[in-house]
T-cell receptor
Framework: AQRVTQPEKLLSVFKGAPVELKCNYSYSGSPELFWYVQYSRQRLQLLLRHISRESIKGFTADLNKGETSFHLKKPFAQEEDSAMYYCALYSGGSNYKLTFGKGTLLTVNP | EAGVAQSPRYKIIEKRQSVAFWCNPISGHATLYWYQQILGQGPKLLIQFQNNGVVDDSQLPKDRFSAERLKGVDSTLKIQPAKLEDSAVYLC??????????????FGPGTRLTVT
């Protein structure tokens, strides 16, 4: 069965500092991974997906199959990055569904 | 385009009562999802529809939860009877399709259910 682990419930950094939100997964197939974000009083929304290899709002994430990780990184955190971040694993096959981690609350202090 | 709509936004009921949630997905989206998000947890898929057919309901407590998507558009999720542990935010999401290539789920604002 698939599983997503986000080891940090809370992460606090200062503005301008680098930030890394950790995500590890367990899945027997070929994984597709996503980061979703929920800003205060807003809806859950897609931030980025590994298949696109894109950088959104300065965030990047690299899929490391050897370490089964998909950590989210940003070199210089901004106050507006404060939000709840969820890592999600997509399992293909007959059931196309997302399995979410428990999330990490990022706070960027001024 | 208009986003996913959900109602009500908040609901407080007593245990053993029944409750229903409504979701209107983005126009043209074939796939609709209902998630349960308990405080401190990530969203957990309850049921997934492709048009008006059920794709996955393996985590739906079928003794008390039911869902339907008549005509492949709107959907309702019902709980009867409710238990204290059903207190959660219920999220509805939709996507163009359920396949990976075009796979982005758009979420509604959620319904916060409190069972007392």
């Amino acid at each position: 069965a698939q599983r997503v682990t986000q080891p940090e419930k809370l992460l606090s950094v200062f503005k301008g500092a680098p930030v890394e939100l950790k995500c590890n997964y367990s899945y027997s197939g070929s994984p597709e991974l996503f980061w979703y974000v929920q800003y205060s009083r807003q809806r859950l929304q897609l931030l980025l997906r590994h298949i696109s290899r894109e950088s959104i709002k300065g965030f990047t994430a690299d899929l490391n199959k050897g370490e089964t990780s998909f950590h989210l990184k940003k070199p210089f955190a901004q106050e507006e990055d404060s939000a709840m971040y969820y890592c999600a694993l997509y399992s293909g096959g007959s059931n196309y569904k997302l399995t979410f981690g428990k999330g990490t609350l990022l706070t960027v202090n001024p | 385009e208009a986003g996913v709509a959900q109602s009500p936004r908040y609901k407080i009921i007593e245990k053993r009562q029944s409750v229903a949630f409504w979701c209107n997905p983005i126009s043209g989206h074939a796939t609709l999802y209902w998630y349960q998000q308990i405080l401190g947890q990530g969203p957990k898929l309850l049921i997934q529809f492709q048009n008006n057919g059920v794709v996955d309901d393996s985590q739906l407590p079928k003794d008390r939860f039911s869902a339907e998507r008549l005509k492949g558009v709107d959907s309702t999720l019902k709980i009867q009877p409710a238990k204290l542990e059903d207190s959660a935010v219920y999220l509805c999401a939709s996507s163009i399709s359920g396949t990976a290539i075009s796979y982005e789920q758009y979420f509604g604002p959620g319904t916060r259910l409190t069972v007392t």
